[in-house]
């Protein structure tokens, strides 16, 4: 029996026009465009996260409207919260529409203040990273998304609210097409950098540079885990929204890193001004050790061999 007093969450009403990139056709000479929508359904997406612990007061500036809250680890007897950084690579299908998308998801870990009361309190980060939290009101709130897409960073804007902007990526990754890869290598420029798309190598000039993240190669078994439903959120037209993201296969979980692996993880904020992201890398995670790494690709929908001779 449902009760009154907890009534379910209201839907965001949606009334923005956002159509996907269109595809022309060399044949016809056709352009099609589809309309976009929700539930938004990933072709395929490979992401990397990785968690840093932080001191209370260096987020506290990212909730002063007071609609959501730090989640606290406690870490050695300290109160800490906890941010990540998610690179993730995207493909969409609509129609004839084919989206490709890098983005990147700089948030803290929190949870809205009117589910308080709900909230599983003192968990701690392996726990979280694991999807110990049943309820799934922990989540991350997003403070900065940068995206190499426009119509990504207008749906993203327009749906969510997230504070997503433009900006260019260039990235050396893991993948089954490429398996001599073994490091995530992962530089993100803002919108007035030159030489990045095609480039053999990322510009040296740290300039327009927001930040370089490097995961290096891991030679341990992970923990698997089922993290979704994964909660998101910000602020659409100043309301307080969340919404849930689910990952259709389980997560690669390591935490606690070894040390070998805690080295290994690098992150150098560039001297971009662009959305203060480089300056809020700086103050959020510093130079903090890295405290855990997720990882999470989605399966291949088919796969063809190489040609042989058939005389």
């Not at 990273?129 to 709130?141: A, S, V, Y």
């Not at 190499?148 to 097409?177: C, H, Q």
Request: glycine letters at 6%.
């Amino acid at each position: 029996m449902s009760n009154p007093k907890n009534p379910p969450k209201p839907l965001l009403p949606y009334e923005i026009d956002i159509s996907f990139h269109p595809q022309v056709s060399s044949i016809s000479n056709v352009t099609a465009t589809a309309p976009a929508s929700m539930p938004f359904y990933y072709a395929s997406f490979v992401a990397v996260w990785v968690y840093w612990l932080t001191d209370l007061e260096n987020v506290e500036r990212h909730f002063e409207q007071g609609d959501f809250k730090p989640y606290v680890f406690n870490d050695g007897g300290k109160d800490k919260a906890l941010v990540a950084i998610n690179f993730q690579t995207y493909t969409s299908h609509a129609g004839m529409a084919l989206g490709t998308v890098n983005e990147v998801e700089f948030n803290i870990c929190s949870y809205p203040t009117s589910d308080q009361h709900r909230v599983p309190m003192g968990l701690s980060v392996k726990e979280f990273m694991m999807g110990i939290d049943q309820t799934k009101r922990i989540g991350l709130f997003r403070i900065h998304v940068p995206a190499d897409n426009t119509i990504a960073v207008a749906a993203g804007r327009g749906f969510f609210g997230e504070p997503k902007f433009f900006a260019k990526f260039w990235y050396m990754i893991p993948s089954l097409n490429l398996q001599s890869q073994k490091v995530w290598d992962i530089y993100i420029y803002d919108k007035n950098a030159t030489g990045v798309v095609g480039a053999s190598k990322p510009p040296a000039s740290k300039a327009n540079l927001i930040f370089h993240l490097t995961v290096p190669e891991i030679n341990v078994m992970p923990e698997w885990a089922n993290t979704s439903p994964l909660a998101l959120y910000t602020y659409v037209d100043g309301i307080p929204n969340g919404s849930h993201w689910q990952m259709l296969l389980p997560t690669e979980n390591y935490c606690p890193l070894s040390d070998e692996m805690c080295a290994g993880v690098t992150m150098e904020a560039g001297d971009s001004p662009e959305e203060n992201m480089a300056a809020d890398i700086r103050a959020l995670i510093g130079d903090n050790p890295a405290v855990g790494i997720q990882i999470f690709r989605s399966s291949p929908a088919c796969i063809e061999g190489a040609a042989y001779d058939v005389r």
